[in-house]
T-cell receptor
Framework: GAGVSQSPRYKVAKRGQDVALRCDPI?????LFWYQQALGQGPEFLTY????????KSGLPSDRFFAERPEGSVSTLKIQRTQQEDSAVYLC?????????????FGEGSWLTVV | GNSVTQMEGPVTLSEEAFLTINCTYT??????LFWYVQYPGEGLQLLLK?????DKGSNKGFEATYRKETTSFHLEKGSVQVSDSAVYFC?????????????FGRGTSLIVHP
């Protein structure tokens, strides 16, 4: 597609509910990133894929967070047993390569509110 | 570890004023440095970047120079417009297993009045 597409754009979840957030990266992009952005803060790294391989998941805040990219294109971020502190915008980004100066392209984000 | 520190906002200016948003970094090695911008209701997008010391990145009238001596990458524009109102994020790329992952600052909100 023309850009990184994320769905749903807005999600309200009851505490304890599981949620799944989808990311469609730019076609052909090998690198895919997930970030979490709290209100008034910068994006915080969650996890990184190169094709289907999850190479870095050091930013996942707990074992309730899980991400996958089984065929090296679409990715899903799953949050189990959501808590209020999970309320944030979840940003997906992709990049054509993994070089030092690589430009990453962001989607508009999935806004999650846990009530 | 690798991190960036940005000046706190909001920065409020009148149209045609000079803009500086400070950014300093801490890193091992020589990271690439970036400025991303987030306009209201839109996703983050790259504004400019510099990949080595003394490089100057520029775009849309904005400039930033990679200063290794002062570990800084300050964003400047000579004459801001109302349409520049947005949140600006400084970032650096950190190495992770042969790949490079951007690490972002907290963002600085810019408000430009007519």
């Amino acid at each position: 597609g023309a850009g990184v597409s994320q769905s749903p754009r807005y999600k309200v979840a009851k505490r304890g509910q599981d949620v799944a957030l989808r990311c469609d990266p730019i076609s052909g992009h090998v690198s895919l990133f997930w970030y979490q952005q709290a209100l008034g803060q910068g994006p915080e790294f969650l996890t990184y894929f190169q094709n289907e391989a999850q190479l870095d998941k050091s930013g996942l805040p707990s074992d309730r967070f899980f991400a996958e990219r089984p065929e090296g294109s679409v990715s899903t971020l799953k949050i189990q047993r959501t808590q209020q502190e999970d309320s944030a915008v979840y940003l997906c980004a992709s990049s054509a390569d993994r070089g030092k100066g690589n430009t990453i392209y962001f989607g508009e984000g999935s806004w999650l509110t846990v009530v | 570890g690798n991190s960036v520190t940005q000046m706190e906002g909001p920065v409020t200016l009148s149209e045609e004023a000079f803009l500086t948003i400070n950014c300093t970094y801490t890193a091992t090695g020589y990271p690439s440095l970036f400025w991303y911008v987030q306009y209201p209701g839109e996703g983050l997008q790259l504004l400019l970047k510099a990949t080595k010391a003394d490089d100057k990145g520029s775009n849309k009238g904005f400039e930033a120079t990679y200063r290794k001596e002062t570990t800084s990458f300050h964003l400047e524009k000579g004459s801001v417009q109302v349409s520049d109102s947005a949140v600006y994020f400084c970032a650096l790329s950190r190495s992770s297993g042969g790949s490079y992952i951007p690490t972002f600052g907290r963002g600085t909100s810019l408000i430009v009045h007519p």
